[in-house]
């Protein structure tokens, strides 16, 4: 079985510039959730996909956007990028969501940005 | 808003030592999952608690949720240098779809 597939694993950027992270879940989850790991911050939570909407989202900027299409796989979208927005970014997924049982999570997309 | 601390933040110790992580939220919780995540590499899911004042067992791990589902802990019997990560606990926050992260407990191993 496949497990959670996040392209790209790394990625240099320009302040301003924006991008865009994919994370493909065990086939058959409906859960796609993302986080950010700093080291000063840890991890943090940003949003959950589930079926294709958008069940909650964390305390970040609107410039952090995601999304999630019909075959489950999720993109997340963060815009005018800036210093502070370096960090691995995670993708998680799950059978049947946050809280009722194990997330899986990706390698994660190492994002610098200069 | 809701935190979930956890203590110590770093460990250090001789393989062959017991090593606990604690982790305190300020609001209850609905369940608590732990997590291990190795040095570059991701987070690696150990186990969920649900009960209030539930204990589990996986080898020499040890797991237990507070009487109060506000606090948990992770007791690793004599360490191994395999043992080494940064252990996190996590929980949704009652049903909201909002997951909240420890801040995590880093543990070395010395052999």
């Known amino acids: 079985k496949a497990g959670v597939t996040q392209t790209p694993r790394y990625l240099i950027k320009t302040r301003g510039q924006q991008v865009t992270l994919s994370c493909s879940p065990i086939s058959g989850h409906r859960s796609v959730s993302w986080y950010q790991q700093t080291p000063g911050q840890g991890l943090q939570f940003l949003f959950e996909y589930f079926s294709e909407t958008q069940r909650n989202k964390g305390n970040f900027p609107g410039r952090f956007s995601g999304r999630q299409f019909s075959n489950s796989r999720s993109e997340m979208n963060v815009s005018t990028l800036e210093l502070g927005d370096s960090a691995l970014y995670l993708c998680?997924?799950?059978?049947?969501?946050?809280?009722?049982?194990?997330?899986?999570f990706g390698e994660g997309s190492r994002l610098t940005v200069l | 808003g809701q935190q979930v601390m956890q203590i110590p933040q770093y460990q250090h110790v001789q393989e062959g030592e017991d090593f606990t992580t604690y982790c305190n939220s300020s609001t209850t919780l609905s369940n608590i999952q732990w997590y291990k995540q190795r040095p570059g590499g991701h987070p690696v899911f150990l186990i969920q608690l649900v009960k209030s004042g539930e204990v589990k067992k996986q080898k020499r791990l040890t797991f237990q949720f507070g009487e109060a589902k506000k606090n948990s802990s992770l007791h690793i019997t004599a360490t191994q240098t395999t043992d080494v990560g940064t252990y996190f606990c996590a929980s949704d926050t009652s049903g909201t779809y909002k997951y909240i992260f420890g801040t995590g407990t880093r543990l070395k191993v010395l052999a």
């Open positions: 998680a997924s799950s059978l049947k969501g946050l809280g009722a049982g194990e997330l899986f």
